[in-house]
């Protein structure tokens, strides 16, 4: 079965610091990789997303994620960071035809001033 | 309205209580989804409706009924629900080609539910 780990559950970070919160997965098969971000009292929005091609992908807001197969990760980074980066961030894989997505327990990104 | 929306954003309701979250979708896809969020909790997936029938129950309690009447339109009927049962429900949709493991999923703003 596919799974998904993000292993910090809390980043804090001051203003304009770079961020890096870390995904990795486990699956034997070619995936799609995606970052949602989810902001106070809303639902999830898609940050950025892997389908094939580069490694290297960006996303919207200034974060962008490298695919590294060989460590089976997708961390997303961003260079500088502001308050309203405040969110739950959460790594999806989707692997396989139909329901087989499966969602990381997320990491809460703290910016502070 | 575009993308995915859901009625009621907020709801409270006691436990001998029936009631109904809406989920409509206004982009063209053709599977729809429930998801469970409770506080540090990983996202729960509840039900998967892939071109309107039913193909994933994850274990959900009988007390949770959905309802897929059209490709655009998913329901989650509660009744004699538990306060654990507090949450915020997500809707979703994506469009799945067929034979394809392509999912992007796009997300309603989800209805926070309170069980007292």
């Known amino acids: 079965a596919q799974s998904v780990t993000q292993l910090d559950s809390q980043v804090p970070v001051f203003e304009e610091a770079p961020v890096e919160l870390r995904c990795n997965y486990s699956?034997?098969?070619?995936?799609?990789l995606f970052w949602y971000v989810q902001y106070p009292n809303q639902g999830l929005q898609l940050l950025l997303k892997y389908l094939s091609g580069s490694t290297l992908v960006k996303g919207i807001n200034g974060f962008e994620a490298e695919f590294n197969k060989s460590q089976t990760s997708f961390h997303l980074r961003k260079p500088s960071v502001h308050i309203s980066d405040t969110a739950e961030y959460f790594c999806a894989v989707s692997v396989g035809y139909g329901q087989n997505f499966v969602f990381g327990p997320g990491t809460r990104l703290s910016v502070l001033p | 309205e575009t993308g995915v929306t859901q009625t009621p954003r907020h709801l409270v309701m006691g436990m001998t209580n029936k009631k109904s979250l809406k989920c409509e979708q206004h982009?063209?896809?053709?599977?729809m989804y429930w998801y469970k969020q409770s506080a540090k909790k990983p996202l729960e997936l509840m039900f998967v409706y892939n071109f309107k029938e039913q193909t994933e129950n994850n274990s959900v309690p009988s007390r949770f009924s959905p309802e897929c009447p059209n490709s655009s339109h998913l329901f989650l009927h509660l009744h004699t629900l538990q306060p654990e049962d507090s949450a915020l429900y997500l809707c979703?949709?994506?469009?799945?080609?067929?034979?394809?493991?392509?999912?992007?999923?796009?997300f309603g703003p989800g209805t926070r539910l309170t069980v007292l």
């Open positions: 699956s034997s098969v070619s995936v799609y």
């Open positions: 979703a949709s994506s469009l799945q080609p067929q034979g394809s493991s392509y999912n992007e999923q796009f």
């Open positions: 982009l063209g896809h053709n599977a």
